[in-house]
């Protein structure tokens, strides 16, 4: 038996004839973690709007989890993160745009989105 457990693109199943085709999602999704503070985020959520929908999930330690998404063509290129997530979700429900001024530029990360077809 063997099992393959090296992800989306894995080198295991293509050396074993077992590859599939990847397919992009739709959408770009961004994740940060931050400390809430004791006030930030005490409940889980997902907050959905046209093309956009953002996740928070309370962790332990007193710190959050959050992801942003937004529909955009594969490869879109933005050139600062915050700006765009300001941009798109600034405006939307507390505490969005407190989570997203809450967690350091360099803690942000950003990937399109793939899955198995
Ligand atoms: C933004 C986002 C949010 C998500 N949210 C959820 C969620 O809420 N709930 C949920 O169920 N799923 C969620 N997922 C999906 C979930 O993360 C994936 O389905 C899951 O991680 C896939 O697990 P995996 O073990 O197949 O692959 P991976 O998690 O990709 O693990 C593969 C591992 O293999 C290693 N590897 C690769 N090649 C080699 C090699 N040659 N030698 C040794 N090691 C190698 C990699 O370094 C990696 O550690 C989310 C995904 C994303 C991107």
Redesign the pocket.
Known sequence: MVIA????????RSRWGLDRDVRYAGYT?W?GVTASRGHLANEAGETWGRGARFGI?PLPDDRVYW?A?LSTPPGTQFDDDHETLRGRFGSWHRPISDLIEATPEGAV?R?D?Y?LA
């Open positions: 457990a090296d992800g989306l693109r894995s080198d295991a999704a994740r999930v992801f998404t990360l990937h989105i899955d």
